[in-house]
């Protein structure tokens, strides 16, 4: 994998959360923030962590965070300091930036200031958390579009011994299995006569109806 340099803004539980899994990736993030005590938390985490306002573009520039290639905002709720980094941060020319919106708005100015994905956590979670409620196999899915979402199932005890042509999944609900990851590793494009294990996890694509036929009926 590439070694990219990222620069965080804001090191709260987000912040700090997204700039230790960057570390444990292998990556380099310069960790900013205007309160001591959070740089301190994260001093011998990050790569650097530095004391300063992130709304004052000589720091900025001192610390040379154009060179970046993503800068991400995670301020909590001071939506103007948010805004004005943001701002700065494309300013400066960082490749990517990425920030955390509180609400809906907060998210549609930071897209207008040109910010290339905005994240809403809080709003997020929420929305996954109650789809993991009323599907208990489900691990994780993606929304490809309005319509079509990949869903990570784990594969329950009544399937296991099960072949695909036996469960059939695309005559039967529209949907296919692109994968199956087996501890002994990932089948991509499994075919036919492979074989569902017990807590196999299986990669399914298809509109969310068909997902959700596909799990009320077989699982
Ligand atoms: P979370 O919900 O992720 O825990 P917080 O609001 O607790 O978010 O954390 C946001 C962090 O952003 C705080 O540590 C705060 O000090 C920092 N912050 C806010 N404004 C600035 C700024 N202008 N420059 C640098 N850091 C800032």
Do not use: W
């Not at 620069?7 to 700090?16: D, N, Y």
């Not at 907060?106 to 207008?112: A, C, P």
């Not at 993991?132 to 979402?149: A, G, M």
């Amino acid at each position: 994998m590439k070694l990219n340099q990222f620069v965080i803004i804001g090191l709260g539980r987000f912040g700090s959360s997204v700039g230790k899994e960057l570390m444990q990736l292998g990556h380099e993030v310069l960790g900013i923030d205007s309160n001591e005590e959070r740089v301190d938390d994260m001093s011998n985490i990050l790569t650097h962590a530095v004391v300063a306002d992130a709304t004052e573009e000589d720091v900025l520039r001192s610390l040379g965070v154009r060179n970046f290639d993503c800068g991400v905002v995670a301020i909590g709720d001071d939506i103007q300091n948010s805004i004005l980094t943001a701002i700065l941060l494309k300013d400066l020319g960082v490749k990517q930036v990425v920030a955390k919106a509180l609400s809906e708005l907060h998210g549609r100015v930071l897209e207008k200031i040109g910010v290339d994905r905005v994240i809403y956590p809080e709003r997020d979670m929420g929305i996954r958390v109650a789809h993991q409620l009323v599907s208990p196999n489900l691990l994780d899915y993606i929304e490809l579009s309005k319509d079509y979402t990949i869903a990570e199932l784990t594969v329950p005890k009544c399937l296991s011994g099960v072949s695909l042509q036996e469960l059939n999944p695309r005559a039967r609900f529209g949907c296919s299995i692109v994968a199956i990851n087996k501890p002994q590793g990932v089948i991509i494009a499994p075919t036919a006569t492979d074989v569902l294990s017990e807590r196999d996890v299986m990669v399914i694509i298809g509109t969310n109806d068909q997902i959700e036929d596909f799990e009320e009926t077989v699982i």
